[in-house]
């Protein structure tokens, strides 16, 4: 079939697209954000950015589909989220029935039998809205899905890979039915093949149902951790939303809607689902196991993403979601201009910048026995992936558009820079970024105790390596014949 996934490049469709071209069907995605990349950059899948709250947008991305996965949520977007959810639900309707569309499988929630939270009134509203369309929808809902980047994983994640100690909540002991994210995708990729589920909303569960603290303690074992967990009856769910937005790498608003819903106990009916899509499950442990085996994997994007092994160390234990500090400038030079510039780094000009800011911090990581103060280049006629700048590595290069950088000092997390360059009109649009994984608290404090430095000195790093590229082009230009 010819399929549009929504949402292709969360957890849930990063994983999906390459199932459903495996099995033989003609793929075309969407996302938000055009810059955001792509985790199978040898697919050629077409490629769409949508904003659903422009109809506008739609039709182009619909046209000729037969079947769309709608795997967005507005979880992160604050507190407004449900009611924009509902709209673009709605558009997403009306649009799919202008262009003919079969069919829309809707990735929901699980919900309690008197659902209270934000969260799950916009999953259950998401779905109420696609349904009052004209195309008929196959609704599947799931709770917690083990899965590297799923915020209720990562939030435990966070929480039980470096606090010794916890202060929670009653709500800790409500239950849910954990389910492997292989599980879901294989349901997502065979009710592809159902017709006949339209209009049925489907309740998948795991073979077990466990406590957030016993599955906060199964994910403790598996990382090799202990905690202890102790229930503070009185302790407000929201102060706890509020404490768990500072020591874990989830975004805020992302974990504060997860946590509002954690005294609300679940309520699942599996065995439709399972009797219509038999299927090995596998249970809490294995699901765990199998997301901490796939981080330890080779991966090697173009361009920096949340939860790549690399760009994390390669540890379990720095945040799957990454902070950025960026900073970006439309330049008056063209591209190879600018990269002659970029080619510069770790040389005379070293970071363009403020360089005593740069030795001090190189300084510090000498002094506990790091790499800080090895500077130069491997080679400073080109950069190459693999070679040196001072203690950076290099992870990835396009000549005159890209350089990625892996951080390589002594520190609480994994980091790096990324250095972009884009066409902007008659100009380019230079981007330097830094990115961090923290390890847990400490990761984070080291990430806000150098934040002002990161503004101030990706502004005078852009500035100036805007003005050097500026300075080139016109030599450049002086040169050439008129």
């Known amino acids: 079939m010819r399929i549009l996934v929504i949402g292709a490049l969360g957890t849930i469709g990063s994983k999906l697209v390459p199932a459903l071209l495996q099995e033989g069907h003609d793929v075309s995605i969407s996302s938000r954000d055009p810059k955001k990349p792509c985790p199978w950059p040898e697919q050629s899948c077409q490629r769409y950015t949508l904003d659903l709250l422009v109809p506008d947008t739609l039709p182009a991305a619909l046209q000729e589909i037969e079947l769309v996965y709608y795997l967005m949520h507005g ?189 609300e106990p679940l309520q699942a009916q599996p065995d439709k689902l399972r009797q219509l899509l038999p299927q090995p499950l596998l249970s809490v442990e294995q699901a765990i196991a199998e997301v901490l085996k796939q981080e330890q994997v080779e991966t090697y994007p173009k361009r920096w993403r949340d939860g790549v092994p690399r760009f994390r160390n390669f540890s379990s234990l720095h945040g799957f979601y990454a902070k950025c500090a960026k900073k970006s400038l439309r330049v008056n030079a063209s591209a190879e201009a600018i990269w002659q510039v970029v080619n510069m780094l770790g040389g005379r000009r070293r970071y363009f910048y403020f360089d005593s800011l740069w030795a001090l911090r190189e300084w510090m990581d000498f002094l506990l026995g790091g790499p800080g103060r090895e500077h130069g280049r491997s080679d400073f006629r080109q950069l190459k992936v693999g070679d040196r700048v001072d203690s950076w590595e290099i992870l990835s290069v396009e000549e005159a558009a890209l350089l990625v950088m892996r951080f390589g000092m002594k520190a609480p ?56 590229a500026e300075q080139k082009q016109q030599a450049l230009q002086a040169k050439s014949p008129s």
């Open 413 to 468: 997390g994994g980091g790096g820079m990324q250095i972009s360059i884009d066409p902007d009109g008659q100009q380019q649009r230079l981007e330097v970024a830094l990115y961090w994984h923290p390890a847990g608290f400490w990761g984070l404090v080291y990430w806000y105790f150098f934040a002002p430095w990161h503004r101030w000195l990706l502004w005078g790093m852009t500035k100036n390596m805007a003005k050097l």
């Open 75 to 263: 979880m992160s977007d604050g507190q407004s989220h449900t009611e924009a959810e509902i709209t673009v639900a709605t558009n997403l309707a009306h649009a799919a029935e202008q262009a003919g569309v079969k069919r829309i499988i809707y990735m929901g929630s699980l919900v309690s039998p008197k659902p209270k939270s934000a969260h799950m009134l916009a999953r259950i509203a998401t779905g109420e809205a696609l349904a009052r369309g004209a195309v008929p929808v196959t609704e599947l809902r799931a709770g917690i899905i083990i899965a590297p980047g799923s915020a209720a994983f990562e939030v435990m994640r966070d929480l039980v890979g470096h606090m010794p100690l916890a202060l929670v909540p009653r709500a800790i002991d409500t239950k849910a039915p954990p389910i492997a994210l292989d599980n879901i995708i294989y349901y997502l990729v065979k009710l592809a093949e159902m017709p006949h589920t339209a209009g049925q909303i489907f309740e998948a569960a795991g073979p077990e149902w466990l406590s957030y603290r016993q599955l906060m303690l199964c994910i403790a074992k598996q990382l090799k951790r202990s905690i202890n967990i102790i229930v503070l009856p009185g302790l407000p769910v929201r102060l706890a939303c509020s404490v768990l937005g500072v020591i874990t790498s989830v975004p805020q608003a992302l974990a504060k809607a997860l946590i509002d819903g954690l005294a």
